[in-house]
């Protein structure tokens, strides 16, 4: 077991490095000129871009430039933004947990409707029922999250005003901002502004796990009925156990495996997600800011968002990977 | 009173493919602690009679529509799904043929066997667990206390096997099933797991119905045998006399397929010619006609009952005295049946009727 | 009668090309779910096709005058903020949606395929230093990689195809390696190479049209999520680039601001989207049934 964690580990690191090495050129490979030109964009001149070559070292040998650029990373420096100056983990810090709230309430949506629908449909194959949860699963990854957020917009928002669509919170509650996490800080200030930051976190989790959901239901459905008809089952209801035992013990415990796999490849769509979802509902996160930052040309950002994203969903699929050899006794005890 | 007795139960599954017609009227009976061996090549309907005496037929592709399965004077076909699920474990076992994907994988052993206890019995874990070491041991399980913990795939075939035969007789059922229990292990551990099988149940005063396509399984483990073929009984009697003298066509080409240690060298083996019919359609006639060496007119158009050689015999359905009971229209004679092949004068199959008969 | 001593016939090696496919064909055409896909994406594809035809009005002319005025006779899905016919741009924007969908994942087909194909072929070094690179690309996760990509080669179609593209590849690398690695130790195989058939008859017969039918089920499916991936791009603002063309993506983006009084600029956009991205899935689908006759239904 141990030995599986650290060979995972093993495989992760060069990925991460191959990657750092494919920004780090991303950044110096620009169309159109040079990294200077592209990051100025309009406003180059010759001036600024020797200012800026100067200022960043990019007229150093390349392999100089890149064991910089790893040994600054490892220090934390991801070097700083060129929109407002700051330290790209700085801002980070404070972005990072808008997106960390959505992604939670994308997944809360997304597994707790999507493993009991899969069951659902299981256990009535073909019929209605199955018909039902099918189409809606079969909408779900057709409706891309920019459609079906305005369409939540205009619906809950617009039309019916039931739920707010801009931002975490309303800015006019002045809410501290200690952690960043808006439901956190609306607890730490005060009883009612929680259910404040909840209803914001409402439909920006839909249209962001919408599609998560409809993977998640459908793989649940196939993985119960091709555990249903596995021979351990036979052997169960031979024994005289009732359903319930069979399905909970025997059915759910087995399905869950290539289920939980699936939830956390989903993770890697939430995130990705994020970016479309946070632009629609106007949310602070790191998503949104990916999108600023390239149209402002602020490269740097962009190639370390990238970098932050991809170890990211790395350290998930590896703890996804770890989790489902802890679950599996075929692969934790051999 | 007959411990079991099936009466001309009939199969189907609905597939979109057709019905297909798996067990077309099998009647046999059992006594307590007997062994009855059920033989027969795949599709013919020996594990479908089974799945549907426990009633675990797949639903809701397979119906049982017509006969009558009587287990201790019940009715099992009228229980409703609770009272039959206090039968299955308890009164009724099932072992089934592969052992690593009949366990669950995810469960111990020890879990397995425990909730198989609890399951009909009011014990405490520990009282289970303590129960479950004792099976274990008795079936062979070397240190059953230090595997209790341990998952199917850390055991051998044969040894998973001997779990599944401790699960089966947990509760001390009086009717274990044994779907193909060795077909799955190597030949050597076969006859271990057989030979524990045979000690288990007569200790136990357990009845058997073990269902091969291996008529060498059944030779050494069963008193009585039925040939079954295409959802048929084709032929009843006890071991013996269906080693020494089989009578139906489909025995005799069974055993003259087999490999056997007594043979002259050189002597070949002859094969049954021909394919086993798509159950797909309802049976015409005898379902073993198209390859059989013995086939008359009568043989395409009528299917025989099962009867004693004798019309005026009397029958008797279990036990050592039991009736040697065949459905065919033309026996083969005993130097027929020791020839394979018919040796009457100018005798020639008969050939397929021209019109049609469905 | 004795029964005569039986030749065993050397069977030759079997058929498995024509037969599966027009059996699959078959299967096809009975699916419903799958027949309602292809209607819908013949929809598109007419449409498209015919735009020049069809629209009334040119799709990049309008008059401010004539902004924003809801469905009629006159428009049938309206005018946007400049007066331009909806419709006209919905059906231009339809080809390229198609052709920048289809041809994303056709290139990442072909690269992807071809990466694959060498990996599994080749085995050992080869393998694991391509299958390193594809790990790479799939650090990134989903739509972020052609985000990354197209904020690398700057706007344009042709960069979205690419971008786009290389962002698949990994999956159908992955899936035609693993196809030639399980197929090369499958029984049949052997069977075949024991029976003496050289390796290219083998690679040929048995295991092309094994591993193509999985690929062609995800390349369907892949088209579906590639046209919501390249409206996603321009969605974003990293679209083709021209502002006269239409785009769905960017029509969204443009009209996101009057959600309130003039939804139905979000709605036709949107609704292409979903209905050609539905009706990719239900075909992929339902190829999927076809190809592999040993699902369980």
Redesign the interface.
Known sequence: MARFIIRRLL?AI???F??SV?LFM?LR????GGPAEAILGQHATPELVAKITASQGLDRPIYEQYFEYIGRLFHGDFGSSFVDGRQVLDTFLIRFPATIELTIGALIFAVGLGIPLGRLAARHP?SWTDGIVTAIS??G???????LG??L??FFG?ELHWLPTFGQIDLRLDIPPVTHFAVIDAILAGHWYVIDALAHLVLPSIALGTIPLAVITRITRAAV?DVS????V?????????DR?VND??IM??AW?PVTTVIGLQV??L???A??TE??FSWNGVGSW??TS??NHD?IV?QSL?LI??SI??LVNLIVDVGYAF????IR?? | MNLLSVHDLIVRFRTHDGTVHAVNGVSFDLNEGETLGLVGESGCGKSVTNLAVMRLLPSPAGRIEGGQVVFEGQDLLSLDESEMRDLRGKEIAMIFQDPMTSLNPVLTIEEQMVETIRAHRRVSKAEARAKTIELLSTVGIPQPESRLRNFPHQFSGGMRQRVMIAMALALEPKLLIADEPTTALDVTIQAQVLELLSRLAADRGTAVILITHDLGVVAGMTKRTNVMYAGFVVESATTADLFARPHHPYTVGLLHSMPRLDAQPGEPLIPIEGTPPDLRFAPVGCPFAPRCAWRVDRCWRENPVLEPMQPTQEIVTTGLQATHRIACWNQPTAEEAAAARPLRPGFTPAAPPTEDLS | MTTPPVAIEVASIPRTSRGLWRDAFRRLMRNGPAIVGMVCIAIFVFGALLAPLIARYDPTIGSLADGRQGPSLAHLMGTDLQGRDEFARVLYGARISLTVGVVAVFFGLVGGTLVGAIAGGAGGLVDGVLMRVVDVLLAVPGILLAIGIVAWLGHGEIQIMLAVGISYSPIFARLLRGSLLALRESDYVIAARSMGASPTRILMRHMLPNALTPLIVQATLAAATAIIDVAGLGFLGLGPGDPRVAEWGEMLTDSSKFLQSAPYLILFPGAAIVISAIGFNLLGDGLREALDPRLKR
Not at chain 1, 141 to 147: A, D, E, G, M, R
Not at chain 1, 229 to 232: A, F, P, S
Not at chain 1, 327 to 330: C, Q
């Open positions: 495989v060069p990925v991460l191959g990657l494919i991303f490979l620009l169309p159109g073909n079969l909408l990854i057709s409706i891309p999250v920019f459609v305005y369409t917009v205009f617009v009925i008809n596995e021979d351990y036979r052997t169960a209801r031979a024994k005289g156990l009732t035992r013990r025997h415990r087995n495996l890697g769509a995130l990705a997600g970016v479309l632009t629609v990916v999108v390239i149209q490269y962009v990238v994203f991809a969903f790395l679950l599996n006794p075929r005890y051999s």
